[in-house]
Nanobody, 119 residues
Framework: VQLQASGGGLVQSGGSLRLSCAAN????????MGWYRQAPGKEREWVTS???????YYANDVKGRFTISRDNAKNTVYLQMNSLKPEDTAVYYC??????????????WGRGTLVTVSS
């Protein structure tokens, strides 16, 4: 099982970016999916998560600016980031809890995609 993220890049403050992350491989189903980020010199932090039923949760500093969504048929999670700020600059990692076999659930991480917001 692999998580493949894409969509990072350089954007000006106030701009928008959309990240995607697709799960590929042999598995039964996907439970929660989400995004974390790690800014230079800082610990990795949780940004947002979404359940299979599309209930979303957000960290306070992205609430109202970021929107997480998922397409269960495509095993893909998206992160729409609007009103980006320089402090959003980080490597963004997707995360998923995946049922690989009956009664066996594992956590997977994507490699990370860099988002740079210039002031």
């Amino acid at each position: 099982v692999q998580l493949q993220a894409s969509g990072g890049g350089l954007v000006q403050s106030g701009g928008s970016l959309r990240l995607s992350c697709a799960a590929n491989g042999d598995f039964l189903s996907i439970d929660g999916m989400g995004w974390y980020r790690q800014a230079p010199g800082k610990e990795r932090e949780w940004v947002t998560s979404i359940t299979p039923g599309h209930t979303a949760y957000y960290a306070n500093d992205v609430k109202g600016r970021f929107t997480i969504s998922r397409d269960n048929a495509k095993n893909t999670v998206y992160l729409q980031m609007n009103s980006l700020k320089p402090e959003d600059t980080a490597v963004y990692y997707c995360n998923a809890d995946i049922h690989v076999r009956q009664y066996i659930r594992r956590e997977y991480w994507g490699r990370g995609t860099l988002v740079t917001v210039s002031s």
